[in-house]
């Protein structure tokens, strides 16, 4: 994708919750574009999160991280709910008023600011400064990028200079809500720029210690469905040919995140599985990682899906939360670059068809492929740099 991007020497907003560190993400994406193609601009990304008081953080994301780990079902009935509940409606009218009354501090720091453009990777902010647009207290645009392959209607407000969808379905929802069409622009979720540079897999492997001739399976999911990390990796290395000795053999590498417990057991277990199990905790490498691998098992938060998508890898999705992961993995599988696991034994069941079956494996390659978007970053924010010219 050329690079036509102008120096600007504009002053760009972005504005996340840390709610969930996918809308983070896509709002660093932006920033990291940015950086590259415009360095006269100044973009700075807030989390609304510090500027709140401390009850409404808790009530926001400690609540909302409580439910989708603790209660998940509980979370997939309030999504539903507050998708279908009226604006009008007396619960939203209390739940804009504590919005608003939170947000003084934050609207102090966007008009110290003197933003040229804002763009919210979360619906918060958006309706936050939503009032100031309407009564004219704002005097710079406001874009909103959804950051999942669905629109829950706490995305829609009203005033925005345009949105930022992840796909044409999603494009076709927001009309649907009455968003004039040349307001719409379908650019994908924002990913860092390293997820468009196609790493090369032999150079990657060798920075693990990974036999790039090998299948390469990436484990990143835990705890709902499947089970410990180090549990379900023993179970996999474990797998045999049916009716034989001989285990199947593939290399598998585990990302156990901060969970340094998870790492410790890993690294305990891969003494058994040399040069077959590769324990890593918390890094900045996914994507030469993802370089390495056939296939990532992982749960389908809307920055990941797009990520695996960007790097034409496919996915066995595994305990989705309901709500917005269930959307992602609908599409993703409806796509044909992903399959579910319901549990350990479907996951099993999953990677031993594929193997069984490469040219299946390959077609969910190429499906993820054609359906990556690396360059939503840069799309992003060429757009909004456009509309200050």
């Keep these: ?18 709610a969930g560190a996918g809308h983070a993400r896509a709002a660093e994406a932006i920033r990291a574009y940015a950086a590259i193609a415009d360095p006269t601009s100044t973009v700075i990304h807030l989390d609304v999160m510090d500027y709140v008081t401390s009850g409404f953080r ?4 400690d609540f909302y991280l ?5 209660a998940p079902t509980l979370w997939g009935y309030l999504y539903n709910f507050t998708n279908e509940v009226k604006r009008d409606s007396t619960i939203e009218k209390w739940r804009r008023g504590l ?15 003197q933003a040229d453009a804002i763009i919210c990777t979360h619906f918060l902010p958006a309706e936050m400064l939503s009032r100031l ?21 706490m995305w829609i ?12 379905e999603v494009a076709f929802r927001m009309r649907s809500q009455g968003i004039a069409d040349e307001r719409i622009h379908v650019t994908g979720i924002p990913i860092m720029p390293v997820f ?9 492997a060798a920075e693990f ?8 399976i990436i484990l990143m999911a835990g705890g709902a469905g499947l089970g410990q990390l180090d549990q379900l990796a023993a179970q996999l290395l474990q797998m045999r040919f049916d009716q034989a000795d001989d285990v199947i053999p593939f290399q598998l590498i585990v990302l156990s995140g901060k969970n340094t417990k998870a790492l410790q057991a890993l690294q305990t277990l891969a003494l058994t599985y040399p040069k077959r199990l590769f324990p890593i905790g918390f890094t900045s490498q996914v994507e030469r990682l993802m370089a390495c691998a056939d296939l990532i098992i992982t749960k389908p938060g809307g920055l990941t899906t797009s990520e695996c998508l960007a790097m034409a890898l496919p996915m066995i999705v595994n305990a989705p939360i309901p709500g917005q992961e269930e959307r992602n993995a609908d599409y993703v599988m409806e796509q044909g670059a992903a399959l579910k696991a319901i549990d350990s034994l479907a996951l099993e069941f999953r990677i031993r068809e594929l193997i069984a079956h490469p040219s299946r494996l390959h077609h969910m390659r190429e499906q993820a492929r054609s359906l990556g978007q690396p360059y939503a970053a840069q799309s992003v924010f060429e757009i909004v740099s456009g509309h200050l010219s």
């Excluded at 102008?6 to 760009?12: A, D, E, L, N, R």
């Design 1 to 18: 994708m050329a690079d036509n991007t102008q120096t600007s020497g504009k002053k760009i907003l972005l504005l996340s919750v840390s």
């Design 58 to 61: 808790q009530i926001y994301t």
């Design 66 to 70: 409580k439910l989708v780990n603790h």
């Design 99 to 113: 919005e608003r009354w939170n947000a003084k501090k934050l609207l102090r720091e966007i008009q110290a600011f």
């Design 133 to 153: 647009i309407a009564r004219q207290e704002l005097p710079c645009p406001v874009w909103v990028q959804v950051t999942d392959f669905d629109l829950h209607r």
């Design 157 to 168: 407000h009203e005033g925005m200079a345009g949105y930022f969808a992840a796909n044409q």
């Design 196 to 204: 468009a540079q196609a790493p090369a897999r032999a150079i990657c």
């Design 209 to 216: 210690g990974v036999d790039p001739t090998k299948l390469t």
